[in-house]
Nanobody, 123 residues
Framework: QVQLVESGGGLVQPGGSLRLSCAAS????????IGWFRQAPGKEREGVSC????????VYADSVKGRFTISRDNAKNTVYLQMNSLKPEDTAVYYC????????????????WGQGTLVTVSS
């Protein structure tokens, strides 16, 4: 069974940090580009960051550039999203997804989605 499982969400104060993990089971992540997406209450889903399967190239939304870092550990079949200097507007459910580079950039035609992990940034 192809499955992605996110973890690492929680409540953090503004300026704090969290590291999200996206672990795969039933397939090998290194064949896929991986994207992180988020959806805040009442808002549409948006792309946060993605990493390619081959050369590890990364893309970030302007809203998180310089604060978030995406990385992958193929030996652990896991992709991470390090989130620093968190802001209240980062509050959302964060999802990871696997697919081609085009699909993770556009958010369409993805092969697998995780169930999401909630990040709440509040004092």
């Amino acid at each position: 069974q192809v499955q992605l499982v996110e973890s690492g969400g929680g409540l953090v104060q503004p300026g704090g940090s969290l590291r999200l993990s996206c672990a795969a089971s039933g397939f090998t992540l290194d064949h896929y580009a991986i994207g992180w997406f988020r959806q805040a209450p009442g808002k549409e889903r948006e792309g946060v960051s993605c990493i390619s399967s081959s050369d590890g190239n990364t893309v970030y939304a302007d809203s998180v550039k310089g604060r978030f870092t995406i990385s992958r550990d193929n030996a652990k079949n896991t992709v991470y999203l390090q989130m620093n200097s968190l802001k209240p507007e980062d509050t959302a459910v964060y999802y990871c997804a696997a697919g081609t580079l085009v699909s993770v950039v556009t958010g369409h035609a993805l092969d697998a989605w995780g169930q999401g992990t909630l990040v709440t940034v509040s004092s």
